[in-house]
């Protein structure tokens, strides 16, 4: 196998991964979330904390996949969009221009370390809502009575946050597919 031929498969497989990631962001800002939001009570309604609660019970659900499936897509598709700048730096008869595949890799590298340093840390919140859950034993809380009150701003923050992670991939993706045609 040439290196010509590996690059190809390697920048194909990127392609795809960034645009299971764009789909997957689409369905979780534009599907997921309106659906944990729909009829959620003001914070002034005596409901409103047993419907955090739930939501805390909810988010462990949303978000395995994510931790498990997603984030080893997003690692691999960095590494193989740098992996093609290097090729096409390194030969002048490989695909692409070498500074849009390191384009990509960067833009790749963003997305996970915003989803690591932004993302991650509002999971745990929304997952702590529910005071059994392993992220609320962690943190050692045992009472949720100030917490709950922020459970619908949380997931809303979640929601626009996650659009870095919708953008991302579709700019990486479609960058990518028009050096590889």
């Not at 991964?17 to 309604?45: C, K, V």
């Not at 996949?65 to 490989?94: D, E, H, K, M, Q």
């Amino acid at each position: 196998m040439t290196v010509l031929t590996l690059q190809r498969i390697v920048l194909g497989t990127s392609i795809a991964f960034s645009y299971t990631l764009f789909g997957n962001a689409i369905t979780q800002s534009f599907m997921t979330i309106p659906a944990l939001l729909a009829d959620f009570p003001p914070p002034s309604s005596p409901d409103y904390s047993s419907r955090a609660t739930l939501l805390g019970k909810q988010w462990p659900h949303c978000w395995a996949v994510g931790n498990v499936f997603f984030r080893p897509i997003s690692t691999l598709g960095f590494l193989s969009y740098l992996y093609s700048a290097i090729v096409s730096y390194n030969n002048a008869a490989a695909l692409g221009d070498y500074r849009l595949f390191a384009f990509c890799a960067v833009s790749n590298l963003i997305g996970i370390v915003h989803s690591a340093v932004n993302m991650q840390p509002l999971n745990d919140k929304l997952a702590s809502l529910n005071v059994e859950s392993m992220e609320a034993k962690r943190a050692g809380i045992t009472s949720l009575k100030g917490q709950l009150k922020d459970g619908e701003a949380v997931l809303r923050k979640w929601g626009n946050w996650n659009l870095v992670r919708v953008v991302v991939p579709l700019l990486s993706g479609t960058i990518a597919l028009s050096q590889f045609i």
